[in-house]
């Protein structure tokens, strides 16, 4: 089995997410860009896991699967809440927290 | 019950402490407590009476002999005594130093301290005398105590006022028990002290109080003669308090002639202060400022006999340092005789009954150190023995009559023996007891004391015994006229007193009544019981009675009642000449203020030298303390200008406020790092995480 072009296939993606989480001033966006981040981290977890002829790096790929539902839930939420407060979901915007 | 005679005063120092912290807790203010305690060692000092008569005299003393003032030494043949009388024996005629034995005294002591060689012990010490004044003591205490339950029962304070009783029971008691000096002067001190708290006993009228502090400080003044005097014996004696070891000392010439006598003056200073002598007499009579039971027992029969007491106890250094053998006149026998005739003319212009009291109570102390300083040393003892028991009674009595009347004021007294007659009755043997008629106390103890002045060499004394004699009886008869006879002129409706006060006037008038037999003519008791080695070994003389002088003094006596009626009761003799002839105005006067001198210490001592004082000790503040203060002020100002401006300004704040500048300023440039937009927050953490993996791969490899 050859481990590289899936390395690479994950590689593309994470920066691809990376960028997006960076760039993009859309909430929605971002969200997103993260989903892209935390698939590439799944595709390496299953190849090494095959890799290594183990289940474990599935099991792995499946709890980052659940606890990424979990997140985009809370995360659509919050930036539900910020529409309703604002009217935008523009992340460049949010600094209210500025020290 | 001799070995431990220690619990007799233990006993009242129990009860003292428990009425103080209980007292107020238990049913009529913890005075069962105090009258339970005085009644236990009343019974114990009856054992202790018991024990000492029937105990056999074994300690062989050999006594000086009889010639004493011809020998005119102090005791280079003097006796010894104790065992090394046998040694001794060979060297003496067979002359002299006839032995005689008398019961040794008990003994029982503990180290106090130690300091380097000297041992401080305190102990017990014995003898007839003390076993005597145990018994005196007691029995007073006991009649005063149960007195009160009653005279003082509605008192807001009678549980300070039972301490207070207790704690001087346990005073006396101490003082008379005690084997050392310094135990002695304890127990007198805790007496004055109580003295004072009970004369001051209601203290919410100010002339109470100041009677109470008038009291403190004169005996106080006499005091330091008598510290001073303790000091000196102490260091001549070889650096002992043993009162034994003392006697021993003074009698046997082991300590120099005018060390002795300089002892003796200032040990004399304390019995002047303490005893109510001439010329410190003038706290006595305004100590009557207490409540009457108090006046019974401290400043008739107890207290006020500790001067005596001290006398009496360490009878060696008088007797050599007064030289009393020698006969004549001596310092004690002069301030004694002179007490006995001034307080006995004072009594007579007194218009309350306590004060006419206590002017005899000053009379009869002076009867007593004049006796001891004659050379009459049982004679003394015998007479502050019987005194106690008639003057307890005259004191108790006058409280059961106040009681009834509601005032010491005789002026507003009269015909009270139709009204109550137990306190009449009692109050009667009291009198003629005091007054020296035979067959009562009074009469055998005042015959002893004028036969000892007689035989012992001071006829000066003796005429100004014969005088007092007089005197005493011609103010007793005045004081029992105003108050007894004639018509009630008060306004109050006079009654009998209860129980609880006339069964206490009852038992002393029966002691008052026969306590003069154990000491009368054939019989000689009390001389025997007391005997101790002090007295034989100085050779003090014990002199048959002297039918002359005792039908002398009857008469006197007789006559001084007689007088008195005539003037009293039959309206006989120059009545209202204080008015018209000057001369008799200015001795009424003069009398009356008491020979000024409460004016000369108030006035002329205490004023003369209050001021200079206050001036020296006003200079004394502002230039020197006020100087020492100011220096130590501006010393410390400047001390404090250099910590404030160096170490506080400058190290302490400095570092505290570059921290605070550090911390500011990195806060303000960290603040600039929290922009707030997440983005950035992501960029950062992404770069972060990328120098990371490029740090771990170039490690790794």
Known sequence: MILNQFLALAAVLFCIGVYGVLARRNAVLVLMSIELILNAVNINLVAFGAFHDTVAGQVFALFVIAVAAAEVGVGLAIVLLIYRNRQSVDVSELDMMKG | MLENAWVIPALPVVSFFVILFFGKRLPSGGAWVGVAAVALAFGLSLVAVGEWIARPATLEVEAAHAAAPAEAGHGEEGAQPGHTAEADEGAHGPAEGAHDAVREPVRREVTWFSNG????????????????????????????????????????????YFAGLSLFTAGMLVMVTASTTLLLLFGWEAMGLCSFMLIGHWWEKQENSSAALKAFFTTRTGDIGLLVGIAILFFAAGQTFDIATLNDAALNGQISQGLLTVGAVALFCGVIGKSAQFPLHTWLPDAMAGPTPVS??????????????????????????????????????????????????????????????????????????????????????????????????????????????????????????????????????????????????????????????????????????????????????????????????????????????????????????????????????????????????????????????????????????????????????????????????????????????????????????????????????????????????????????????????????????????????????????????????????????????????????
């Open chain 2, 117 to 160: 060689p000297i041992d401080i012990k305190v102990g017990i010490h014995i003898d007839g005398l003390a076993v005597a004044m145990l018994f005196v003591v007691t029995t007073i205490a006991l009649a005063v105590h149960v007195f009160s339950t009653n005279y003082m029962a509605d008192d807001p304070r009678i549980t300070h």
């Open chain 2, 296 to 701: 019974a027992l401290i400043h008739a029969a107890t207290m006020v006999v500790a001067g005596v007491y001290l006398v009496a106890r360490v009878y060696g250094v008088f007797w050599e340092g007064f030289n009393i053998a020698a006969g004549g006149v001596n310092l004690g026998a002069v301030i004694g005789g002179v007490t006995v005739v001034i307080a006995a003319l004072l009594a007579f212009v007194q218009t309350d009954i306590k004060r006419v009291l206590a002017y005899s109570t000053v009379s009869q102390l002076g009867y007593m150190v004049m006796a001891l300083c004659v050379g009459a040393w049982t004679a003394g003892v015998f007479h502050l023995f019987t005194h106690a028991m008639f003057k307890g009674l005259l004191f108790l009595g006058s409280g059961s009559v106040s009681h009834a009347v509601g005032t010491f004021d005789m002026r507003e007294m009269g015909g009270l023996r139709r009204f109550m007659p137990t306190t009449f009755k009692t109050f009667m043997v009291g009198s003629i007891a005091l007054a020296g008629i035979p067959p009562l106390a009074g009469f055998w103890s005042k015959d002893e004391i004028l036969t000892g002045a007689s035989a012992g060499g001071y006829p000066i004394m003796f005429w100004m015994g014969v005088l007092g004699a007089g005197m005493t009886a011609a103010y007793m008869t005045r004081c029992v006229w105003l108050t007894f006879f004639g018509e009630y002129r008060g306004q109050a409706h006079p009654h009998e007193s209860p129980p609880a006060i006339t069964v206490p006037l009852i038992g002393l008038a029966v002691l008052a009544a026969v306590a003069g037999f154990l000491n009368a003519p054939g019989v000689g008791l009390f001389g025997d019981w007391t005997n101790n080695a002090v007295t034989l070994a100085a050779g003090v003389e014990h002199h048959a009675f002297s039918p002359g002088i005792a039908l002398m003094s009857t008469l006197v006596a007789l006559v001084g009642i007689g007088l008195a009626a005539a003037w009293y009761a039959r309206n006989v003799g120059p009545h209202g000449i204080t008015t018209r002839n000057s001369t008799a105005r200015a001795g009424y006067t003069f009398l009356l203020n008491r020979y000024y001198l409460d004016h000369l210490y108030t006035g002329a001592i205490v004023g003369s030298i209050k001021g200079p004082i206050a001036r020296a000790a006003y200079w004394t503040n502002q230039n020197v303390i006020d100087g020492v203060v100011n220096g130590i002020g501006i010393a410390a100002r400047r001390g404090g200008n250099f910590v404030y401006d160096i170490v506080d300004q400058g190290m302490v704040d400095g570092a505290i406020n570059a921290s605070a500048a550090g911390t500011g300023a990195g806060g303000g440039f960290l603040r600039t790092i929290q922009s707030g937009r997440v983005q950035q927050y992501a960029a950062v953490f992404f770069a972060a995480a990328a120098i990371f993996a490029v740090v771990l791969i170039v490690v790794t490899i």
